[in-house]
């Protein structure tokens, strides 16, 4: 249920965002203009929220398959979260400044996590 949730919670981030960014969007040369790096980075951010609500969605209706949840199971449905919650703010950090690029471990590695995870216990029904 926690995916499920956070799955929720990322599509209302992610209209919200939206409409805060699309407030600026009609000035061109807002955050120096389309094609900026600061620009492009909170657009990730932006669409990071609904793509990472797909993400969670398919990790709880995988779930559903499970006579119930592991140990691994539940890591990698904290990863998923936590990927969720991390990308949009490594994204934004990004478009203050290119040397945070490092913030990326963190999402990347929690989603990375939860996929190796949750594929190895699906090939565990197969």
């Known amino acids: 249920m926690l995916n499920l949730f956070a799955a929720w919670i990322g599509v209302l981030l992610g209209f919200v965002s939206g409409a805060l ?8 040369d807002w955050l120096g ?7 492009r980075m909170l657009r ?17 209706s995988a779930a559903g398959l499970f006579a119930a949840m ?7 449905s904290w990863a998923f979260v936590i990927g969720a919650i991390t990308m949009p703010v490594a994204c934004a950090l990004m478009a203050t ?3 945070w690029w490092n913030a990326f471990v963190i999402p990347v590695g929690s989603l990375l996590t939860g996929a190796v995870l949750t594929l190895w216990e699906l090939w565990h029904l197969l």
């Open 21 to 28: 960014l699309g407030m600026k969007f009609h000035h061109a």
């Open 33 to 39: 203009g389309y094609a900026s790096y600061p620009r």
């Open 44 to 60: 990730l951010g932006h669409i990071s929220f609904f793509g990472l609500a797909v993400i969670n969605v398919m990790f709880y």
């Open 70 to 76: 592991t140990g691994t199971l539940h890591v990698a």
């Open 97 to 99: 400044s290119p040397r």
